[in-house]
């Protein structure tokens, strides 16, 4: 009934951001479609191309309206509780600017006698206020689109998990809904199917994919007195199991409770320009009010409006047009640039953040591996193999080895076809299986373009192996059958964290086959180009030890920097515990197992092979798999906070100097928005310049 009434309320609140992000949506294209249009009708030059009823300042006031108080409302919604509590923030300056702008141009169209007196010509600036809504609306768009992944990656989560289950009642087996399962109940599970919840199995074994969990991607053989994980794939046998573990107190809600505790916690980011706010939208206010005393009280005639045109200009000169740009155009060029080398920026803050990452922890299965066991080496022990050897037999040699005193057996020329022969026997036998590396094997020779050889007889051992009869010899391939000679040379591939599968004719071995998840072509240039930044880097793994050390010493990676035997759900501990140790941590990663920490980190990087759910609950995704890009998207963030530091510079400079002339001369408001106008001009380039740097 509660769990009923949270989802409930779940998706009322899903419903209601979902409902937020699509009115915010419409008034940012909306806004920013009415603005060009009054731009069109107000630009020199542009303007001599728009028709006159764009160009009228009537209908200009009407849809200027529409953008200030319809599409910029939430603005004054912010500033006003905001200015209760005496606080300033970049809010404040919008709904202070665009109201001064839009103001003046209404008193510009309506009271143009007020000008003339004072001999000024003027003409209104509805464009200014209009832009400036337009395009800050337009960049919080793109970032509360980006943070609605956030419930995203949890319903992908909940979605993983299994909806029936094939429990054994009354004697019977009958299939009942995922929530009506209770501890204690006995469940069958067959070939292919996902485990429904966590427990123990009773009767039977199997080999059970758990990458989904632990992100490893060597299948697990289980056995009775095991446990296994819900929402696994049972990937061969079938077998009985027992439920521990129901509801929420199954690893894969353990998992969802993480992500959804680390995204909540994960604080945002104070903006500099909203620090600059707090400090300058209160002098300004205070310039102003000084100004039109001071005019008012020594000015000349007419006082009152030299007071107010003067004191308009220092508003004006203060509007935060350029400031608004400031950030929102350098983001959105620095995203874009991001896109064009395959790194997608989720939102601005990740951006910003990622220039201070000074260590990152890389997950080790499909993050600095493929994650997909493959044939490294093939090694011939007995020349029974050359039996099989055919004319369309190839020579994968480049990863195939032949002892000395089988190849004094053969003719030289032979001993090469040896390697094809003994892969080509095995990948015929394991064509039937449904192992994984059972698939890596028929892949090699698919690869060298081997015919394989009818299998008769075709049996499969859970847990110990394959076997079938080949050319009227029976073949096994799996587990060591008894102790052999070249125990020594599998023991050395077995500590370089390769899994060995023996092939036997006749019970008699004649070679070895090691199967293993190998590196990345980029990775180790990658985790060298950190290193010499600056950056730590940190290996992270389920994997034992020798496994893990064996995969760090191909990456030049220091031992103690590799973090080995790690349970899925100690790896967002792990990064809060380098958190304490560094100021600012990455983690990259693919697996859903990788969720929480991906969180949890200040900067999530994701691989754009992983799961939706890692790429949802990351913050930067490397669609290119090029692990060089990870130090590419801190490089950009160092270029992009430059550009907005510079942009902030421009946006400052005019006001510095224009400011102090209005309070003491006389500024026409249309030099003051002439001046406003060139510094936005200024941060606009500036933030292009940021596409043609080298990244």
């Not at 600095?368 to 490294?376: F, Y």
């Not at 008699?508 to 930044?533: N, P």
Request: hydrophobic letters at 45%.
């Amino acid at each position: 009934m509660f769990e009923n009434e949270s989802s409930s309320a779940e998706a009322s609140a899903d419903k209601e951001k979902k409902k937020e992000l699509s009115d915010l949506k419409i008034k940012s294209f909306v806004s920013l479609f009415l603005g060009l249009l009054i731009v069109w009708g107000t630009f020199p030059g542009i303007m001599n191309f728009a028709p006159n009823i764009i160009k009228d300042y009537y209908v200009q006031f009407v849809i200027a309206t529409v953008v200030q108080f319809w599409a910029g409302w939430q603005f004054y919604q912010a500033t006003i509780p905001a200015l209760k509590n005496r606080l300033a923030n970049m809010d404040t300056l919008v709904a202070l600017g665009t109201t001064v702008s839009y103001i003046y141009s209404l008193t510009v169209i309506f009271y143009p006698a007020l000008f003339k007196s004072a001999g000024i010509q003027a003409m209104p600036y509805f464009d200014v206020s209009s832009i400036i809504i337009a395009l800050i609306l337009l960049g919080r768009y793109f970032e509360a689109r980006a943070k609605a992944g956030t419930s995203d990656a949890i319903r992908k989560l909940v979605g993983l998990q299994a909806k029936t289950a094939r429990v054994i009642r009354r004697g019977k087996e009958i299939d009942i809904p995922i929530e009506a399962v209770k501890i204690g109940d006995v469940i069958r599970v067959r070939p292919g199917e996902k485990i429904p919840v966590d427990g123990v199995i009773t009767e039977g074994e199997s080999s059970i994919d758990e990458s989904m969990v632990t992100g490893e991607s060597m299948p697990v053989d289980k056995k009775k007195g095991d446990k296994v994980i819900g929402a696994t794939i049972n990937k061969s046998g079938s077998f009985m199991m027992r439920a521990d573990k129901i509801g929420k107190d199954t690893m894969l809600s353990h998992i969802i409770k993480l992500v959804e505790d680390a995204q909540a916690s994960k604080a945002p980011i104070q903006r500099l320009v909203d620090v600059i706010s707090s400090y300058f939208v209160p002098i300004v206010i205070m310039l102003a009010i000084a100004t039109f005393v001071g005019w008012y009280v020594f000015g000349t005639q007419p006082v009152f409006v030299h007071a107010m045109l003067n004191s308009i200009a220092v508003l004006i000169i203060a509007c935060p047009c350029a400031m608004g740009l400031a950030t929102p155009t350098a983001i959105m060029v620095g995203t874009g640039r991001g896109a064009e080398i395959g790194v997608l920026i989720k939102d601005a803050a990740s951006l910003e953040l990622a220039h201070k990452v000074n260590a990152i922890i890389f997950d080790k299965t499909g993050t600095l591996t493929k994650g997909k066991p493959e044939v490294t080496d093939i090694v011939v022990t007995d020349s029974t193999v050359a039996n099989f050897v055919t004319r369309e037999s190839h020579h994968p040699d480049s990863v195939g080895t032949v002892p000395s005193k089988v190849k004094n057996l053969l003719p030289s020329h032979r001993s090469k076809n040896l390697i094809s022969s003994l892969l080509r026997i095995t990948a015929s036998v394991e064509k039937f299986s449904e192992h994984p590396l059972g698939e890596a094997i028929v892949k090699k020779a698919e690869a060298e373009k081997l015919r394989l050889i009818e299998v008769k007889k075709f049996r499969s051992m859970t847990g110990k192996g394959v076997e079938g009869v080949v050319a009227g010899k029976k073949v096994y391939v799996g587990k060591i059958l008894q102790v052999h000679p070249t125990g020594v040379q599998a023991r050395n591939l077995e500590k370089q964290g390769k899994t060995v599968v023996y092939v036997y004719v006749n019970d008699q071995l004649i070679g070895l086959i090691a199967i293993a998840d190998t590196v990345k072509e980029t990775a180790r240039q990658a985790i060298e180009r950190l290193d010499k930044s600056g950056i730590d880097t940190y290996m992270i793994t389920g994997d034992n030890r020798q496994t893990a050390e064996a995969i760090g010493k191909q990456l030049g990676m220091k031992r103690e920097n590799i973090l080995a035997e790690v349970l899925p759900q100690d790896k967002e501990e792990k990064v809060k515990e380098l958190k304490k140790a560094n100021d600012v941590i990455a983690f990259a990663g693919d697996g859903i197992n990788d969720a929480p920490a991906l969180a949890a980190a200040d900067v999530g990087i994701a691989m754009g092979s992983g799961t939706d759910v890692a790429i949802e609950a990351s913050s930067i995704t490397l669609v290119n798999q090029d692990l060089n890009s990870v130090l590419r998207a801190i490089n950009l963030s160092k270029k992009t906070m430059g550009t907005i530091r510079l942009n902030l510079f421009w946006a400052f400079f005019y006001n510095i100097i224009l400011i102090p002339i209005a309070i003491f001369g006389r500024v026409n408001p249309i030099f003051a928005s002439a001046a406003m106008a060139f510094s936005s001009i200024s941060v606009v380039t500036n933030s292009l310049l940021l596409k043609k740097q080298k990244i």
